[in-house]
């Protein structure tokens, strides 16, 4: 176990180092965009448990946006679960969407948001008839940025006859703060983890209210990027997800597999104890109504230092032993998770939009970090990744990056989760994918981490792309079409002989040589 453990901080520094010295992007997320449609006169309106509420048409699609799920996480109520919200008279608005959970502005100062945001989205094709099967999308934005408006999603709940759920749900302390203080007010000592048990919410009332929007409620397949995928992973093995959905869908979601390890609670708390000393709040007779009492912007200031200095990313959800009970992989491989089918996959340049950015580096400094962290794996690791095979060192760095963060960790996860449901595997890779959300890259992203999102909704501008990625995008939703309608969307993963479908412009086909492109059984054989 001692060696084992070394060798997950040695090869994790590693990737530390280069994501340190490529200045890795926290704010992972693409904005989906699409045009403003007319607004047609008659308004639809549907019935939801806690009152009616009434949308718009634009085009094709009925929207209902802003519909509120719980009951808003403000005052008394910041840092508990979600608890329900008061039924409402008379029809409510839904004709725009609600409040961002607050956030740091993305490349600009300040935050935007309110703590007032627990609300989703939902698409249906107009007119909607009923029983049509649903996704739910949970956002990415390594859990400190994002909503689910980011994400208009028409043109995929028209083509692909679906209704197609956006949420919200709480980022950053505010959604993934562990703290002594606020466990002790809590019954069952529940502490982080809010934005998961937002989630289930959002979940509850998708169960409840879809039928009213034309949705299937025992046809829910729950779909995410990053951190949202991240959060399916997680809601496979939470107790308080079972029943809530039937099938899923993990992009570029690296939730278990090589050198992965989710914070604990205790890991955790010690971080709490940071903030609250932070806030001035760790000296305080009520520390739970001292960080209560904070403003907004000030929680979301409040970063302990050493946390950035490390570049790690401060929030993110824990195994707090009873809304993720395990450490995923254990869950996984013994069984002990919600048990649905997956697609899981990942894009073939996963690790370049962390590493495109930075000031460059040179093949000496590229090597003097690999060699004083990797031990002695750094010669290893430099023969797979020689500089002077990529045009810079810095794609040398990407390619690492995106091999031991993303693209081993996902086929592992596939691995495990065949030995018990189906799973469907497949990779992105158009090398010319289109980079509307990312200005300035210092070298072409190819299939960059997020860029499948704007295929998968049917957004890419039509101005900027081939027929070829136009019909790549259409078969990609009609895929996703067919796993969440309950069909098979293409052949099985195999963990004997995988076959992982390679989504490419005109070259759509099985791949075989997957794990040898991306170097894992190197990163196998170090973990």
């Known amino acids: 176990m001692g060696p084992r453990k070394n060798h997950h901080h040695r090869i994790t520094a590693f990737a530390d180092v280069i994501s340190t010295l490529a200045g890795a992007i926290f704010f992972i997320t693409i904005f989906v965009s699409a045009a403003p449609a007319r607004c047609d006169s008659a308004l639809p309106v549907a019935k939801t448990g806690l009152g009616e509420v009434h949308g718009v048409v634009r085009g094709n699609v009925r929207e209902f946006l802003g519909i509120p799920y719980a009951a808003p996480p403000v005052g008394a109520l910041r840092w508990q679960p979600p608890k329900p919200h008061e039924a409402w008279t008379g029809i409510l608005d839904t004709s725009h969407p609600g409040h961002d959970c607050p956030q740091m502005r993305f490349l600009h100062r300040g935050m935007e948001g309110s703590e007032d945001c627990l609300y989703l989205n939902v698409y249906s094709p107009d007119p909607t008839p009923e029983a049509l099967p649903v996704m739910v999308w949970i956002h990415g934005g390594t859990f400190v940025a994002g909503a689910g408006a980011w994400f208009p999603a028409r043109n995929l709940a028209a083509r692909g006859r679906l209704v197609v759920v956006t949420i919200n749900y709480r980022l950053g302390a505010l959604g993934f703060l562990a703290n002594r203080s606020l466990d002790a007010s809590e019954p069952q000592r529940i502490s982080s983890n809010y934005g998961l048990l937002d989630q289930q919410a959002a979940l509850r009332w998708v169960r409840e209210s879809i039928a009213a929007f034309g ?15 991240i959060s399916i992973g997680l809601q496979l093995v939470s107790p308080g997800a079972a029943g809530l959905f039937d099938r899923g869908i993990i992009e570029s979601g690296p939730f278990l597999g090589p050198l992965h390890h989710t914070r604990t609670l205790a890991e955790a708390e010690e971080r709490g104890d940071r903030f609250a000393a932070k806030l001035g709040c760790d000296k305080a007779a009520d520390v739970a109504k001292c960080l209560r009492a904070k403003t907004t912007e000030e929680v979301l200031n409040a970063i302990p230092a050493h946390l950035l200095e490390a570049g790690e990313l401060p929030w993110a959800p824990i195994v707090d032993g009873h809304v993720i009970p395990q450490q995923p992989a254990e869950a996984i491989a013994a069984g002990h998770f919600n048990k649905a089918p997956i ?22 400094q590229y090597q003097r970090a690999v060699n004083a962290q990797a031990g002695k794996y750094a010669g290893t690791l430099l023969a797979a990744y020689p500089a002077s095979a990529y045009p810079s060192p810095a794609q040398a760095a990407a390619a690492a990056l995106g091999d031991i963060n993303f693209s081993c960790r996902v086929v592992k996860a ?35 981490h997020s860029a499948e999102i704007q295929y998968v909704f049917g957004s890419l501008e039509p101005r900027s792309v081939s027929k070829a990625q136009r019909d790549l995008s259409d078969r990609m939703i009609d895929y996703w079409t067919d796993f969440i309608s309950f069909r098979e969307p293409w052949q099985r993963f195999d963990a004997s002989a995988p076959k992982i479908l390679s989504l490419a412009p005109d070259a759509i086909g099985y791949e075989s040589d ?14």
């Open 215 to 229: 949705g299937d409620p025992h046809r829910v397949t729950i779909a995410g990027e990053s951190a949202g995928a």
């Open 343 to 364: 697609i899981n996959g990942s894009n073939r340049d996963e690790g370049t939009l962390f590493t495109a950015f930075s000031k460059p580096i040179t093949a000496e």
């Open 414 to 448: 596939s691995e495990m989760l065949s030995a018990s449901v189906p799973v469907y595997e497949y990779e992105f890779d158009d090398p010319e994918a289109p980079n509307l959300s990312y200005p300035g890259a210092r070298f072409p992203l190819g299939a960059y």
């Open 514 to 527: 997957y794990r040898k492109a991306h170097h894992c059984a190197l990163w196998d054989s170090i973990r």
